[in-house]
């Protein structure tokens, strides 16, 4: 019986718990109830616990305390979909509760996750009974009375186990959806097999073979340009408290005229600064005008891309590895600067010629993580960067952004792809901050957006029975009908939408769908609907044969 664990300890549990879910995603994706092929929470947890796993499988210290804190991070950037979300959420408080601890035993690690599940809760805007929320609540609920019994790690953690399982089936009977269409929750599920996988590296099991995704491609092929194409070779950072009173815009100016990516953030305190730049020296010498230096960093950025080229040949590295390369923050050079998530050839062209700076692939069944967000708010060159996720399950990856930059981010809680044109389309730059996003809010909240895709499962929707490969029309996503033929389906739509006035509607179609039957249905809705201006674009979207606007 193992009594404690360590910072090794934890990165085996770790390294278990992302095999575990990785094994068995599929049998988690497959418990997503809504019809439209949206069976992705499986993937979403599995990527992320994935993450955290490639991150300690590189560092792996010693301390529990210090392996925690690398799983949070690691897990925050690679969060994709509000499961991974809420999972990042709850390591984060398990790795609060651990700080500058060597080792743990079972009362410790039912406090830390308690108070993972504390900030989970915080969180989350409007937690639903359930959930992965449910289960984790009352797992560490079941760890607190276990520790007092036997603080054992290994007897708390399977008593945890226990509750978490049974907790499980409860969803069942406590989400009307869940209860509808007779499963248990994925999220839930997906909990209950990460704690699964820790108990059985504890124990010392085999490690379970995990299913591998393809390995992706996470950034640009360096080796199509050379280190001497870095025009600025040194990654400056420091924070310089403020001790005289020499304005700090004559330091920004300095800074701008020696380097480039450069982040300054002041109080009444201090200066934080993050710039590139050939010289460092020099500008050190020129913060010191204002201040003793509290903390200073300079990275060679040449050093550091010939280290990436060496990982790719599968030489060994020239250096120590940091847990983390900096990001590249550009410059403000505008006042507002918009990030779109969406998918789709014709309409990502469509967000970039509304103005859209950064564009991330990604909507139904393709979340991408924090870290594909942050990259391209990073990149925008704004001072107020507006944040568009066009998909519900985006929303709160996109706010797990806020804390993680010096950049200000807004992000417009769009839950469609229409919803995200149209507030580009009532963006005014002139505008304050205030009054531009209460605008921009406003017209998003008028669209009606119609979905039209096919089930890939049986089962049971707003008391409705769908048959696999039914196809489904959504309106503001609430089922509004299905049928085996997309024509009459169409034709129950168009009569649906007629009945009430609409100025204008706009046709999205899919990558699937034929220009000659997209042009039918637009012909259908400008035959019912003579005083709305109707548009046809190839969106190239896919899972979604169309996406419709109507306002």
Known sequence: MKDFIDGAAFCQMVLYAAASISLHKQAVNDLNVFPVPDGDTGTNMSLTM???????????????????ELAAGALLRGARGNSGVILSLLFRGFSRALKDKTAIDGKEFAAALGDGVAAAYNAVMKPAEGTILT????????????????????????????????ALEETVEQNPVLKKAGVIDAGGKGFVLILEGMLSALQGRPLPQAQEAPARKRQADFSDFSKEDILFGYCTEFIA?????????????????????????????????????????AILEEAMTYGPLLTVKVENMRQQHTEILEEAEGKPSSAQPEPRRDRLVSFPEKRYGFVSVCAGEGISSVFQ???????????QTMNPSTEDILKEIDRTPAETVYVLPNNKNIIMTAQQ???????????????????????????????????????????????????????ARDSVFDGSAISEKDYIALIDNALFGTDKDLSALFSRLVSHIAAEPSEFITIYY??????????????????????????????GQPVYYYLISVE
């Open 510 to 539: 899919g990558e699937h769908v034929a220009e000659a039957d997209a042009l039918a249905v637009s012909q259908q809705f400008s035959n019912a609907c003579p005083s709305a201006e109707v548009s046809l674009l190839n969106g």
């Open 401 to 455: 952004c806020l804390p993680l930059t010096e950049k200000h981010i807004v992000v417009l809680p769009t839950k469609t792809i229409p919803q995200g044109i149209t507030a580009m389309l009532s963006v005014d730059a002139d505008a304050d901050e205030e009054t531009n996003t209460a605008e921009m809010t406003e017209a998003f909240q008028r669209v009606k957006t119609i979905q039209i895709t096919y089930a």
């Open 135 to 166: 289960v984790s609540r009352m797992a560490a609920k079941k760890a607190a009375e276990a520790a007092e019994a036997d603080a054992s790690m290994e007897s708390v953690l399977t008593e945890t186990i226990s509750a978490a399982a049974a």
């Open 50 to 68: 994935g993450a955290a796993a490639a991150e300690l499988k590189k560092y792996a210290p010693e301390d529990i305390g210090k392996s925690a």
């Open 353 to 363: 010629d509304l103005g859209c700076d950064g564009i991330v692939k990604g909507g």
């Open 241 to 281: 408290s403020r001790e005289t009173k020499k304005p700090v815009s004559q330091l920004r100016e300095f800074l701008s005229r020696t380097g480039d990516s450069l982040v300054l953030a002041e109080d009444d305190q201090i200066i934080k600064v993050h710039v590139h730049t050939n010289n460092p020296g």
